[in-house]
């Protein structure tokens, strides 16, 4: 049987590399999902038929009703929503290596100090950091992403210095569970220590870098399902946990190159620690306003068109409508491409899940390297919610907190209309000085409705 158990790991084990490769082109994303699935499916039916501390109905009844609070919720969140979401799971995931590192702690303490050998108490110590830093830091993320804490950076004086103390003591402390593993005080200390660095290390990180700290938090909680994985002796954990906390990584680095950030800020906190005074001062911004009929005669007389989605698409669940405007100017032989910003949205890929959403082809949307240079030779670039990814201060001024930050270069395009509620701020709080240039025009109003005016003013001059 253990023989059989392993095999049923290692084909696990490849279902899962396989589908991330795939996840790597987007037109095999879909059959990617499918072979990870299927490989979760084998982890976890092998891992069952291993398990003789619970019955079968124990297991069932926790599936149920685990399964049936995923569910409920799943099924009721909003789009835009699905950051706070990700965050959540983030959360839980490491809560739930955390848990796990504790109850093997208490069940092997009371056998006796020697089951607690040097390899299974690094895993416990690893897990109970890692997973209590993901589980604190995602529920932070998650209350900044809902609006229930603030965006803004929060930061006090010697925060880092008081960082470094807290891992030092950490250090300290499980050096000294090494030398009296059923300590019960070390390991509580080890827990308020790892819970407390996951609060203090996300609330220095302000909203506009929120897409790099749920990258970040996604792939602590697959180290922490590593650590875990030693801890059980369990292969495809192991496995498993490694894939995540690799891949997240890389995506981490993605982030932060698109955010012209350092990762060892990132891993040391304090990430993001920008106020927003940069690009306030200087003369008013003065716009000019474009009407419903006036729109709709430039995406008439447009050869080209180049759409760049933000949050507020996501907010106004104006993807499918997008859609039908992209059909209105392909019926007239428009080029109608999106330009994709990696950290636009609340989490790396946002708006290509809502495009998707949509039945908009993945072909269609373009990563920033690759369009950067077509702006210059596009009629008309319509910005449908997205701010300070368009944001022209991060090229032209040093005082603002986005300077370096790499752009999508929508002001070089001949024409630029933006699709915005109001002059509201970007999520990063600043000006955003492209709404005052010569070639910009503001379309005032919600996305979905004033896009479909200009969809039902197109489908008259057909």
């Given at each position: 049987?253990?023989?059989?158990?392993?095999?049923?790991?290692?084909?696990?084990?490849?279902?899962?590399?396989?589908?991330?490769?795939?996840?790597?082109?987007?037109?095999?994303?879909?059959?990617?999902?499918?072979?990870?699935?299927?490989?979760?499916?084998?982890?976890?039916?092998?891992?069952?038929?291993?398990?003789?501390?619970?019955?079968?109905?124990?297991?069932?009844?926790?599936?149920?009703?685990?399964?049936?609070?995923?569910?409920?919720?799943?099924?009721?969140?909003?789009?835009?929503?699905?950051?706070?979401?990700?965050?959540?799971?983030?959360?839980?995931?490491?809560?739930?290596?955390?848990?796990?590192?504790?109850?093997?702690?208490?069940?092997?303490?009371?056998?006796?100090?020697?089951?607690?050998?040097?390899?299974?108490?690094?895993?416990?110590?690893?897990?109970?950091?890692?997973?209590?830093?993901?589980?604190?830091?995602?529920?932070?993320?998650?209350?900044?992403?809902?609006g229930k804490v603030s965006g803004q950076p929060i930061t006090f004086s010697g925060q880092h210095l008081l960082n470094l103390a807290l891992l030092i003591a950490f250090v300290i402390t499980s050096v000294m569970v090494f030398l009296d593993p059923?300590?019960?005080?070390?390991?509580?200390?080890?827990?308020?220590?790892?819970?407390?660095?996951?609060?203090?290390?996300?609330?220095?990180?302000?909203?506009?870098?929120?897409?790099?700290?749920?990258?970040?938090?996604?792939?602590?909680?697959?180290?922490?399902?590593?650590?875990?994985?030693?801890?059980?002796?369990?292969?495809?954990?192991?496995?498993?946990?490694?894939?995540?906390?690799?891949?997240?990584?890389?995506?981490?680095?993605?982030?932060?190159?698109?955010?012209?950030?350092?990762?060892?800020?990132?891993?040391?906190?304090?990430?993001?620690?920008?106020?927003?005074?940069?690009?306030?001062?200087?003369?008013?911004?003065?716009?000019?306003?474009?009407?419903?009929?006036?729109?709709?005669?430039?995406?008439?007389?447009?050869?080209?068109?180049?759409?760049?989605?933000?949050?507020?698409?996501?907010?106004?669940?104006?993807?499918?409508?997008?859609?039908?405007?992209?059909?209105?100017?392909?019926?007239?032989?428009?080029?109608?491409?999106?330009?994709?910003?990696?950290?636009?949205?609340?989490?790396?890929?946002?708006?290509?899940?809502?495009?998707?959403?949509?039945?908009?082809?993945?072909?269609?949307?373009?990563?920033?390297?690759?369009?950067?240079?077509?702006?210059?030779?596009?009629?008309?670039?319509?910005?449908?919610?997205?701010?300070?990814?368009?944001?022209?201060?991060?090229?032209?001024?040093?005082?603002?907190?986005?300077?370096?930050?790499?752009?999508?270069?929508?002001?070089?395009?001949?024409?630029?209309?933006?699709?915005?509620?109001?002059?509201?701020?970007?999520?990063?709080?600043?000006?955003?000085?492209?709404?005052?240039?010569?070639?910009?025009?503001?379309?005032?109003?919600?996305?979905?409705?004033?896009?479909?005016?200009?969809?039902?003013?197109?489908?008259?001059?057909?």
């Amino acid at each position: 049987m253990s023989i059989a158990i392993e095999i049923a790991y290692l084909i696990a084990s490849i279902l899962f590399i396989t589908g991330i490769k795939l996840l790597g082109k987007t037109k095999d994303a879909r059959r990617g999902n499918v072979l990870s699935a299927i490989g979760m499916l084998i982890a976890i039916v092998a891992t069952l038929l291993t398990i003789n501390v619970l019955t079968f109905v124990e297991i069932f009844v926790c599936i149920l009703i685990g399964g049936a609070i995923g569910l409920f919720y799943a099924t009721r969140v909003a789009m835009t929503k699905i950051p706070e979401m990700v965050a959540l799971f983030n959360g839980f995931g490491g809560l739930a290596s955390f848990a796990v590192a504790l109850s093997d702690y208490f069940l092997k303490s009371e056998i006796s100090a020697a089951s607690l050998d040097a390899v299974n108490l690094t895993s416990i110590i690893l897990s109970v950091l890692i997973g209590g830093v993901t589980f604190t830091g995602s529920m932070i993320a998650y209350l900044k992403l809902d609006g229930k804490v603030s965006g803004q950076p929060i930061t006090f004086s010697g925060q880092h210095l008081l960082n470094l103390a807290l891992l030092i003591a950490f250090v300290i402390t499980s050096v000294m569970v090494f030398l009296d593993p059923t300590n019960l005080i070390l390991i509580g200390i080890l827990v308020g220590i790892s819970l407390l660095l996951g609060i203090l290390t996300v609330i220095p990180i302000g909203g506009a870098d929120m897409p790099v700290v749920i990258s970040l938090l996604n792939s602590y909680s697959g180290m922490a399902a590593c650590a875990t994985g030693f801890i059980l002796s369990n292969n495809v954990l192991i496995v498993a946990g490694s894939l995540v906390g690799a891949s997240g990584i890389i995506l981490t680095q993605i982030m932060c190159k698109a955010m012209n950030r350092s990762l060892t800020n990132v891993l040391l906190g304090g990430f993001g620690q920008t106020v927003a005074t940069g690009g306030q001062d200087g003369p008013a911004i003065v716009v000019k306003e474009i009407g419903v009929e006036e729109t709709a005669m430039l995406f008439d007389a447009a050869s080209s068109v180049l759409v760049v989605p933000g949050y507020g698409m996501a907010v106004a669940q104006a993807q499918h409508v997008i859609r039908e405007l992209m059909e209105q100017c392909e019926k007239r032989n428009i080029d109608f491409r999106f330009a994709i910003h990696p950290v636009a949205g609340r989490m790396p890929g946002h708006m290509n899940v809502l495009l998707a959403e949509a039945n908009i082809s993945y072909d269609k949307l373009i990563e920033m390297e690759a369009i950067n240079d077509d702006f210059p030779n596009t009629d008309l670039v319509f910005i449908v919610g997205a701010n300070d990814v368009v944001n022209p201060a991060a090229r032209t001024n040093p005082q603002s907190p986005i300077y370096g930050m790499p752009i999508l270069n929508a002001d070089k395009a001949k024409t630029v209309i933006v699709s915005k509620r109001s002059m509201g701020k970007g999520y990063a709080g600043i000006e955003n000085e492209l709404f005052g240039y010569p070639n910009c025009l503001m379309l005032f109003g919600d996305a979905k409705q004033t896009i479909t005016k200009v969809v039902s003013e197109m489908k008259d001059m057909s």
